[in-house]
């Protein structure tokens, strides 16, 4: 179980953008630390999530909400990666959190004030921080895409396979349109060392496109008419 | 060099979130489409990105601006990935699209609108489109929330690779390879709409596989070899 911590929020929009990329990745379980008055931006900008604003809890201080809810793993974010001689901010990156988190129990992710991050007696009482790669130029991101990053990160490491039903072509289906296109090339009266160059371009370029099963079955026909067809003559 | 382009933009706050996020990522060159009047919530969202707000670059329509300024290869952004039954829709995940964008050239990310993202007419100008896994509960994300997930898995891939000096093909040579497979599709006696979709197709996979000067010349070879023959047929 997940709970999304938000502390001591001051714009009511904020809270809302944190809702709607929380529902956006599946998660519904917020908690807001001693926060500013939920208005109606709140709802507003948290669009199709609004009852995870309406289903929020509401503690005093992170302390009284770890221990009254006896959370297992604090994650507390930071922009302000410490160096090494900041211990308690030393932080590992989203993907290295998603990665390493397999835990079962209660996790808390802990987000900051918008303008002061977590204070040091914050951080402390988390077990990890987090913090996402950026630009020196400008480094502080704002609370909800630092969120929509993390919660993604997470996402993505806990349902194996992404974007929709979309299979993408087996090696068996790949190999088989590789196998034609030699074919192909066999019959075009290329010298050896263009051959192989023709039909090792071809496997690079078919090897990152990420292709699906259904143009793989289209690409193939293309390739067997065009095979016949030049048998043919 | 990365474009970020917003089409049609109906709220300010948006451009300048949006303008804030590529900030943080290192990114400056933002472009609007037809966009709505800038009021002053998009400086006020952008906070200490004001500037890339203020050197934005504004055009008509999506194909004015690729033709315009030269644009090589074109990313759509869309929460709607289609099944396999809807090729122009078929998407990467951000990860995959960072994974496999080792370029130079003038690239750009296409974010749609907030209601209705793109259409699929500008889909059709795209050479590969992009969609965040997210939850089937609520699966379109705030526009800004996306462009910040996207920035950082490309902000994530260029910190930890070093750019290669292969040059994507350029818009150019990738037409000239389309072309000459459409006339040898023409040769293969495929009813209409078959024809079209195996172009269809082939623009696709050679649109995501973020080919090469040299293997654009290497392919083109080969096809025309293979034209060729058939013309002899």
Known sequence: MIYVVFVEPETPGNIGFLARTMKN?????????????????????????????????????LQDFI?????????????????????????????????????????????????DGLTNKEISLCDVVVSIPTHEDYPILNISHAAAIVFYELFKKEKSYPVEELEEASTIEKNGLLDCMDEIIEKLGYPEHKSKNAS???RRIIGRAFISGREAHTLKGTLRRINKRLIEK
């Open 25 to 61: 990745f599946g998660l519904s379980d917020l908690v807001l630390i001693n926060p500013c008055e939920i208005e109606n931006d709140a709802y507003y900008k948290a669009m199709h999530a609004k009852e995870v604003i309406t289903n929020r809890r509401t503690y005093d201080s």
């Open 67 to 115: 221990e009254n809810e006896g959370i297992d793993f604090t994650v507390g974010t930071t922009g302000e990666a410490g160096g090494s001689y900041n211990v308690p901010r030393i932080a590992v990156t989203p993907e290295q959190f998603a990665e390493a988190l397999n835990v079962t129990g209660k996790i808390a992710v802990v987000f900051g004030r918008e303008g």
């Open 200 to 202: 090792l371009v071809f």
